[in-house]
């Protein structure tokens, strides 16, 4: 409502509406600027102080509280300050004052101490967070729809202060857009059992229950994505972004909590950005970039200075960014879908390849980035990796199918863009680099070798041949899934209407893949979006946003670009030649290694069954009562939902390489009648 139509709303106080406040126990230093609406009635104010200028609306309904308590709204026992009610709002015990909000309609405020605005706030936003880098130089700027994407590029291009310079600007742009000395209590919000809200901005349909305090922040809430602050929770210079939980005496500071993200039970935060889904319980974060679905359960966990996504991290994870010379300047990286075991150790800096393990204790800067889905295992005081093994777990794949089911965002503008493919160009092109490195290693130091050395770790044998067939078989499943969907549902006449649908559709694509916190790309794409930003061809945060929407939208598009490409290397021939009987060949391959993947991890999921795994069943039982025990806790094998996703797989997969294969055979056929 702008201020013109505002006066035009509000009309003085009446002298019979003035005289009976009073003789509720009301006062105001001027009555005069106290306006009400023109349907408002005393009957349900009581013993308010109005200082400043006071706007009110009309209080006609009651409310229910906790444990069935009905109360009608209006304004009881309070001391209001340049503050604007709306329409059946219920303001009730204010021990202290509120000061400079607007408080929309239907809001329940009770028992609380202090609610004020100090002078010109800007909400938590511009607050600079010291992520990644604890010692400094990554710090990035908060804003209200700060996405992680936009944060990657904030934190880690560094080397391009043009694009860095560009973007604080664009987020400063915004700051001044929301800096005001007026707060906001949005609609339908609950503030219950509070102590003190100092320049906060708080979004519609907001519950904060029993909160300490909070200072300096925004509560994005929404009415489609509710927020909750809770019991004994401390925030200062925060923002909190819709659907998120923030309960159970949780301590943050300086700090963004994305979108449907709980931190609960003592966490703690400081210097922290987390993101869509994040989660953590008990542990603490210190200088955290977490990206989407970084979860960290355990109370001995501490994550510090590093960067996450799709990250486990087991009891007693921790990692060490002070050498005690130059102070805590090291930082690390965890590639998406990392996870650490209990008691892991990570001396940084060191940089993990995704969807990999860490066990063990490692004090030597470990770089596994180009070998992903492996184990890093610690055996008397030496690394040890494992490569692509993590391709035959069955905790991969249930880690798959898990993640898009835990989204807790509804809030329908989602600021963070997620790409769940555990194979992609960007993995896969890893995968490339780490099977041409396993091979040079074992070339270069002979292949009878008991172990090899590579980069302060060691791989045994017998680990480094199975991690090269691993991934020669995840890269055939890759390229033959990206071949099959770019040939499915058409009869082709000949060769040349094969190599015609083989055309990608753009030239972006080819060559390095990076993962924008959840989002996968090609570089060349991305570089176009930063270079535009440079060259001020982008002026607002909403066209950069827009920007990163086109290149998630556009993922499959440039997929097949880099797997076009990637054929002539991999395959031998350029897809410019490719005749049906190439695509039976590659589909054949890629039948090979699709069924013998899932043949690996059918037997993986096998061992959770095994009798090893039933000791500590069928207590004090006898004659089958372990197996029994174990039947009605776990299940069976072949009815758990894991085991029998991979069976339809098996089954659905070879079906689809068949039907193909038979396409192309007419294709053959059709090609030698022409002849």
Known sequence: MTPTSKNDFYRPLHDDEIGQLVYQGCSSTDWNLVKVSSDFSPDYIENVKFTGHIRLNSFQHSVKLVGGITFHTGIYNAWLHNCEVGRNALIHNVRSYIANYTIEEGVIIHNVTTIAVDGEATFGNGVMVEAINEGGGRAIPMYDYLSTHVAYMLALYRHRPGLIETLKNMVKDYTEKVKSSEGTIGAHTKILNCNTILNVKIGPATTIDGTKKLQNGSINSTREALVVIG???????????????????????????????VLDKHYSAVNSLFFANCQGFHGEACSVFAGPYTVTHHKSTLLIAGMFSFLNAGSGSNQ???????????????????KTTSDSYLLWPS?????????????????????????????NDESILVPGINLKSIGTVRDSQKWPRRDNRTD???????????????????????????????????????????????????????????YEMAIWKFLGNSLITRLQGKVYASDLEIRETLKPDTPLGKGNWVDLSGLICPFEALDNLLKSVEN??????????????????????????????MFAGFYGKNIKEFTAQDVITVVEKWKESVLGIDRLLYEDAKKEFSLSKMTGFGVDGQNGARELDFAQVRGEFEKNDTVKAIQVHMKTKEALGNELIQRMEQTKNSTVTVN
């Open 231 to 261: 019991e004994g929770v401390i925030m200062d210079a925060f923002i909190v972004c819709s659907g998120s939980r923030i309960t159970d005496a949780t301590l943050v500071s300086k700090s963004f909590i994305g979108q449907g993200c």
């Open 320 to 338: 060490s960014n002070h050498l005690y010379k130059l102070g805590p300047i090291h930082q690390g990286i965890m590639e998406r879908g990392a």
């Open 351 to 379: 940089h993990i390849g995704a969807f990999s393990l860490v066990m063990g204790r490692h004090y030597k800067h470990c770089d596994t980035a180009d070998f992903p889905f492996s184990y890093l295992i610690e055996s």
């Open 412 to 470: 329908s503008n989602l600021l963070d863009l997620i790409n769940f493919n555990l194979l992609s160009p960007f993995t896969v092109h890893r995968m490339l680099n780490g099977r041409k490195k396993l091979i040079d290693i074992r070339k270069s130091s002979g292949e009878f070798a008991s172990e090899y050395s590579y980069d302060k770790m060691k791989i045994e044998k017998r680990a480094l041949d199975r991690g090269i067939q691993l």
């Open 536 to 565: 001020g061809e982008m002026t607002m945060l909403e066209e950069v946003s827009a920007a990163l929407v086109a290149l998630h939208k556009n993922y499959y598009n440039y997929e097949w670009t880099w797997a076009a490409d």
